[in-house]
């Protein structure tokens, strides 16, 4: 292909700049090239929490998916968020346990949620111990996803408060040396959640 015609090829195309969802006070992502509106849509974008919000964690990788194009911007929606792995591999200590757990849960404004929760322990726990710690986990994570909206449950996980609860009731059971959630995964919104209800009643009554 000629230089020309790459020159024209790129002249053809249009910058968006991509947007954090509200959640995240519409923060900017970057930019995203495409000749056509339509291929923007459901693009993904990653970014460190740090790098959109005043003394967030850098540790925490946000991902996005792009629903919504205008003339020259792209809104998106929250995908996941994820402790780095350099940072997951830091936690792990020899001799020590580390308690995980997955809890999917329903907010109250109807988003189902997918939380993994992980407890690292002093010393190593028996499996007494890791039992209570996960069943503690379980009850602390669907007790915040019930008593939350989509957006509150968000900010508690990447804001540490979710994981500072688990810790403080957890660390009774066993000397804990840190709390993370790993990984929190939107995993259906609401017309979605509604949809699938819809769909299991009629099957039901059939």
Partial sequence: MSERSVSKQDQEKRWYTVLAPEEFDRAELGETLA????????????AALSDIRDGGDNNIK?????????SDSASTQFVQAELTRDYQRSLVRRGSSKVAVTVTVLTTDDYRVRIQPVAYTTKQADQSQQHAIRRTMIDLVEEAGEERTFEALLNSIIEGRLSSAI???ANTIYPLRRVEIEKAT????????????ETAVDFSGE
């Fill in 62 to 70: 946000l991902t996005f998916q792009i629903d919504d194009v205008g």
């Fill in 35 to 46: 000749e056509e509106p339509d291929q923007v849509y459901d693009r993904t974008i990653q």
């Fill in 167 to 169: 810790y403080d009731e």
């Fill in 186 to 197: 939107l995993e259906a919104h609401p017309e979605e959640v509604h949809e699938e209800e």
